[in-house]
C-alpha cells in the first residue's frame, strides 16, 4: 500500500510580528492627546461641534471626575441608550478613565428589551437621550419605572431594578426642557456639577488602579437560541482589535473616517470610536442614525479620507439621487462589514465612491469584534469571494462540527477563534460561556467556511440561527417568544430569507389556536411600538403545522427553502397563507 503525505491542517494561522500593545485604554488616550493636542479629535455634523485632543482629554476627565462624584467607579455598569452623539463618546472615554464598564444599547430598543438589558447586566446608571423620532426614551422609562416621577431625589430606588441608582437624562443638540421632566431623572449638567467634588489626585488614584485586563464593556450578543448574552470585553481585547485595524487600514493621525455606523455596536464604537483615538485621526460623527445624504455632506464638508459602513449603507449612498453634488475625492479607505459585498457593488465603492483600498472585514462581538480582514494588496477575487486573512496575534482554524477535531486546509467546518481578542465570558452566565470557549480558549463562531495554505477564509454558511438584515445582527428565538405572546398564536417560527438589499428580511410562520385566526397586519401591529423595528417580520406566512424530524423538532431549514421557493414563485410578494406538507417520516 502505497504511503500518502496526510494533508496540512488549518490549525493555526497567526500574522504580523509587532507587539501587543501593554496598556489600558486611558493610558493609550493620554499618549495620543499628548502627542497631538491641537489636532481635531472629533467633529459631530448634525451638533455643530468639534473638539481637539487637548479639549476632549479635558472633556473626559471632567465628565469622569463628575461619575466618581456621584459614587461610580471601577467595576461599576453605566448603560448608554442613544444614538451617536459627542456626549457618548465621551462617556465610552469617560468610563474607561475611571475603570467602569459601559453597557452599550441598541437605541432601537424598546421597554420590553430594555428591562431585560437592565437586569441582566445589573445596570447603576444609564444615560440617555430625551427621544428620537419615533423613539420616547424619557416615556418609555416612566412607564418601566414609575418611581421616576414619584422620587424625590435624583438618587433612584426601584424595586424592579434594585442595582438602578441613577437615570441621566441628556439633549445632544439643546438644552433638556427641565419642565417635561420627572424628578427621578438625573440631568447631564448635575454629572458635571458632581464633579467638582471631585480632586485631580482622587482621578489619578482611579486610573493608577486600572490593569489592561480589565473588564471595560459590555456588548449585546446572542447564541443560537435564547435571549440576547452579554458580552464581557476587557481594555486589551478592543483597543488592541483597534490598533490593528487601524495598521491594517495605514490609518495615521492625518486621517479623517466618516462614521456613518452606530456606536452602540462594535463596529461602531471599536473599529470607527477607539480605531481613530488610537492614532490620533479625527472621527467625523455624520449623523444621529444612518442618513445617506448626511453621510455624504460629511464626506465632503469634512474632507474625510475614510468611510465605514454595511453594504446596504454603501447602496443608499451611491444610489442617493444627489451623489453627483458631492466631492468625495478625498476618500481612500473605509471598512465594509456586516454582509457579505456582490463584487458589482465593491467595484462601485472602488471607483464611484473614490475607496480604491475599501477592506473587508469579519468577525463578531466575542472577538471584539474583528478577526479577519483583507488587505489593499488583494485582488478583486479575494476582496468579494473571502473574508481575508485574521489580523495579528490571534490564531484561528476550521473544525468538524461533529468530532471538534481539526480539519485539513479546504475543507469546509466551523471556524473557531484564540488570542488577546476573544471575550472575557459572558457576564453572568458561566454556562452559556463554556459553550462558547473551549478548555484551550478556542471561541466557537458558529460559522462555517475554509481556509486555504495562505490563510485566506471563505465564508460558506452559519450554523447559527442569526439573521443579518443590513448589518443588523438578528435573533429569531427573541422575535418568536414576543409573538407567542399574542393570544391568537400557538405556535411560530422565525427564521431569514435573502434580500437584495438588506441582504436578508426577517420572516415568520405562525400557527393560530384552533377556531382562531389572525391577519399579517395583526402581528406585524402588535409588534411595533414593542419590538424594535428591524425584528419585525416582513413577510408572515399562517400554517396549519410546520416541517419536523420525527423527534419533533422543527425543521427551519426546510421552512426556509419552501419560503424561498413561494416567494420567487410569488414575484417577490409572498402568499399569506400556505400549505405545509406534514413532517418526516
Known sequence: MQNREPKPKSYCHRGGTEPLLGVTIPEHFASIAKRFPHHEAVVSCHQRRRLTYSELSAAVDRLACGLLGLGFGKGDRIGIWSTNNIEWLLLQMATARIGAILVT??????S?????????SEVQALFTIPSF???DYAAMLVELIPELARSASARLETKAFPALRRIVLYDPCEPTDTDRIEPGFTLWPEVLEAAGNVSRQQLEDAGAGLDRDDAINIQYTSGTTGLPKAVLLSHHNILNNAWFSTQALHFSHSDRLCIPVPFYHCFGMVLSNLLCLSVGACAVIACEHFDPLAVLQAVATERCTALHGVPTMFIAELEHPRFSDFSVETLRTGIMAGAPCPPQLMKQVM????CPE???????TEASPLTHLTTQANSMRQRTETVGRNLPHQEVKVINTKTGLTLPLGEVGELCFRGYHIMKRYYADPEATAKAIDEN??????DLGTMDAAGYVRITGRLKEM?????ENIYPREIEDFIFTHPKVSEVAVFGVPDEFYGEQVVAWVQCHAGLAATEEDIQNYCKGRIAHFKIPKRIWFVDEFPMTVTGKLQKFRMREMAIEML???GGSGPRSHPVPTRER
Open 467 to 471: 439573521i443579518i438584515r443590513g448589518g
Open 441 to 446: 480558549g478556542w471561541l466557537r463562531s458558529g
Open 105 to 110: 444599547i441598541n437605541p432601537a430598543y424598546r
Open 358 to 364: 475599501i477592506l473587508i472585514g469579519y468577525g463578531e
Open 112 to 120: 420590553q428589551e430594555l428591562a431585560y438589558l437592565l437586569e441582566r
Open 351 to 354: 471607483e464611484k465612491l473614490h
Open 133 to 135: 423620532k419615533s423613539s
Open 568 to 570: 420567487q414563485s410569488d
